[in-house]
């Protein structure tokens, strides 16, 4: 089984601002992992994913994340955050399997962003 | 935009009442999964469905089932609904065979009183 620990439930950062979210996760297998936005009032939104290879990985609007497999972590970063990145987001694993993607997500981390 | 759509947005209804939910996916999306998102919450898996079949089932009760039509529309039923069950229903759907990106939709409230 797989879990994910988002250590901030509220991450308040003013406008330009750099930026991490933390996620560190548990699993006896090897998983892929993702990070979703949710704008309030709406669904999930992926704002990236590492499935294998270069252990940084960039996103859409300026995200990006690295992969460390010894720590379990794939912290979330952005250098410089606007008003618009307020939002939930939330850290993501599946366990590497071919056709079935059970995705189990951490509790979320809402960031704030203030002029 | 994901190309997934869910109805309704928003549904009342009482303990004890059934209720179905429906989602569409993107043409060539044979595999929908449901989400189940309490208020304050990460989703939590509910099931998934590819080709017409369950091919996996996170910890909830029988009396959450579902469906998936041929035509790429899928619908989650639920029975005997308990005030826990109040909560925004996510379905998300992807390309079968690969495990890859699932493409969320904008969900459902559900509110049981």
């Known amino acids: 089984a797989q879990s994910v620990t988002q250590l901030d439930s509220q991450v308040p950062v003013f406008e330009e601002a750099p930026v991490e979210l933390r996620c560190n996760y548990s699993?006896?297998?090897?998983?892929?992992l993702f990070w979703y936005v949710q704008y309030p009032n709406q669904g999930l939104q992926l704002l990236l994913k590492?499935?294998?290879?270069?252990?940084l990985v960039k996103g859409i609007n300026g995200f990006e994340a690295e992969f460390n497999k010894s720590q379990t972590s794939f912290h979330l970063r952005k250098p410089s955050v606007h008003i618009s990145d307020t939002a939930e987001y939330f850290c993501?694993?599946?366990?590497?399997?071919?056709?079935?993607?059970?995705?189990?997500f951490g509790t979320g981390t809402r960031l704030l962003v203030s002029p | 935009e994901t190309g997934v759509t869910q109805s309704p947005t928003h549904l009342i209804k009482t303990r004890g009442q059934q209720v179905t939910l429906r989602c569409s996916s993107q043409s060539g999306h044979n595999t929908v999964s449901w989400y189940q998102q309490a208020l304050g919450q990460g989703p939590q898996f509910i099931f998934q469905y590819y080709r017409e079949e369950e091919n996996g089932r996170g910890n909830f009760p029988p009396r959450f089932s579902g469906l998936q039509f041929p035509n790429y529309s899928s619908e989650l039923n639920v029975n005997a609904l308990e005030l826990d069950d109040s909560a925004l229903y996510l379905c998300a759907s992807k390309p079968g065979g690969q495990a890859d990106t699932q493409y969320f939709g904008p969900g459902t409230r559900l509110t049981v009183l």
């Open positions: 699993s006896s297998v090897s998983v892929y």
């Open positions: 590492y499935l294998s290879g270069s252990t």
């Open positions: 993501a694993v599946s366990e590497r399997r071919t056709g079935f993607q059970k995705l189990v």
